[in-house]
């Protein structure tokens, strides 16, 4: 059996997938595949990636895992793309809000059903969309009738989900390294099933062009200045400092202080695409799986600064958040509390300057010394 894109888009739509598409794998002496490796070794080299190790893996070639799917699936032939919007609440980080108030990037906000209370339990959406990609597995399994080798990843696989999104036909990666599909925005969870079955020749897609023309807003958005065109330094970007980023925040060795950049985002960013013009009409999502909490749109920092580890547990237990862990996330909220310039943030920021973890106290001192300043400007 040879795949189609009617039959890839029919089982997505089915499982609870906004789009669906699938990719030929580049053959390995193929000017495309060499491209993509080239780019991803590159992008190493240059030391964007950070401390998240995990990209640097190689194989016993010395191939970075995640630079080529031949690297680690040799079988692969094809690479099924399914898309799940996130597009929660309407309200944006960049919109005028209390200097009380923190964010915490939008694909995070998602729960589920569930509880005792009424409240909505956090839903991982992780397991949410493996879980859909395991029955469209099952139902490709059905209407195939023949045995097929596959592996179904959501954010986990040594695969840059983005490119097959790409050569799939979901979209265009768009100058803030997201894909963009028109008339659907960027805001999409994207995962990967990948097969060992072919694609009928025929059944290729055709790559989106490349929609972002002159357009720079995200670029020019960027607080921390992560973003060149198509290019994103991991480093810099205010969601790997507050979730992949131990230990201490440095100032960074650019014209821009990486701590007073992140500004009140405590838990990622969603600036790049916020200002992106082909998220202006994007669909709101309607997914009841990974429908909106509430209480995590713009949130109290001193709700949140007041959370014991459990009560950081339970709120986000089988949520993204947990990912950033208890301290990371308590010196994400001693930066934000320094950039909100409120002076009642004083007194717990001198706790936790105070504090044994690296991390939060020498973001508790860097909160104290802007609120100083800030009296002394106003003096």
Wanted: proline letters at 3%; a negative charge.
């Amino acid at each position: 059996m040879r795949l189609r894109q009617e039959d890839v888009r029919r089982l997505a739509e089915e499982a609870g997938f906004t789009l669906g598409g699938v990719a030929a794998v580049p053959a390995a002496d193929s000017a495309q595949s060499a491209e993509e490796r080239q780019r991803f070794e590159q992008w190493i080299a240059a030391g964007s990636a950070g401390e998240m190790e995990y990209l640097k893996r190689r194989n016993e070639s010395g191939d970075l895992l995640r630079s080529s799917v031949r690297a680690v699936f040799p079988w692969a032939k094809s690479v099924i793309v399914c898309a799940a919007n996130y597009n929660g609440a309407a309200v944006r980080s960049l919109d005028p809000t209390s200097s009380d108030r923190g964010w915490i990037a939008r694909y995070a906000w998602s729960g589920q059903p569930g509880s005792e209370d009424g409240q909505l339990r956090p839903s991982d959406y992780h397991k949410v969309l493996l879980k859909r990609l395991n029955g469209m597995e099952a139902r490709l399994r059905e209407e195939c009738g023949a045995e097929f080798e596959s592996r179904a990843f959501v954010d986990t696989g040594p695969i840059v989900e983005r490119v097959y999104a790409r050569y799939a036909g979901l979209g265009w990666t768009g100058k803030n390294t997201c894909l963009i599909s028109q008339g659907k925005g960027s805001w999409h969870f994207l995962c990967v099933l990948l097969t060992s079955l072919e694609v009928e020749e025929e059944q290729l897609a055709v790559m989106a062009p490349d929609r972002c023309g002159s357009c720079t807003r995200c670029i020019d958005a960027c607080p921390t200045d992560a973003l060149t065109p198509y290019r994103m330094d991991a480093s810099r970007c205010i969601a790997y400092l507050t979730i992949e980023k131990r230990g201490v925040i440095e100032a960074g060795d650019g014209a821009v202080d990486l701590r007073e950049g992140i500004g009140r985002n405590v838990f990622g960013c969603d600036i790049c695409q916020e200002v992106c013009p082909w998220n202006r009409k994007a669909l709101p999502a309607d997914d009841t799986e990974l429908t909106t909490r509430q209480e995590l749109v713009n949130p109290a920092l001193d709700w949140l600064a007041a959370m014991t580890e459990a009560d950081f547990g339970a709120w986000f237990y089988g949520s993204p958040v947990k990912r950033a862990k208890y301290e990371g996330f308590r010196r994400n909220l001693a930066i934000a509390m320094g950039n909100s310039r409120r002076q009642e943030y004083a007194m717990i920021l001198r706790v936790w300057a105070q504090e044994e973890d690296a991390g939060l106290r020498s973001a508790a001192e860097w909160a104290l010394q802007k609120l100083q300043a800030e009296i002394h400007t106003a003096s």
